[in-house]
């Protein structure tokens, strides 16, 4: 989204599941549409975090190649839900531009 009246707000997540709790808590508490919220490596590898989590903490081979990262596109009126959102989902670095 290129115009003025929003920002790209990112974090980053020890594990798979809490970047996929601030997923559901963008979503379900800030109203922020699914499309406009992306899960991505921090780093280049594919990683399940840098911790086991859920399904992962069960498996010797889980791929623990650093951070993960989730960024949205969100409107300035909301970018202060969208922090406490990412921050209660358990987020590191929380940064906008």
């Given at each position: 989204m290129s115009?003025?009246?929003?920002?790209t707000m990112w974090a980053?997540?020890?594990t798979r599941e809490a970047a996929d709790r601030?997923?559901?808590?963008?979503?379900?508490q800030c109203g922020?549409?699914?499309t406009d919220v992306f899960i991505?490596?921090?780093a280049g590898l594919n990683t399940a975090g840098?911790?086991?989590s859920g399904g992962d903490a069960v498996r010797?081979?889980?791929p623990l190649h650093g951070e993960i990262r989730v960024s949205a596109d969100i409107a300035h009126a909301d970018l202060?839900?969208?922090e406490k959102a990412f921050r209660q989902a358990g987020a590191h670095n929380v940064m906008a531009r």
């Open positions: 115009d003025d009246s929003t920002k980053t997540f020890a601030a997923v559901e808590h963008l979503v379900q922020i549409a699914r991505e490596p921090n840098i911790k086991p010797a081979d889980a202060l839900d969208a």
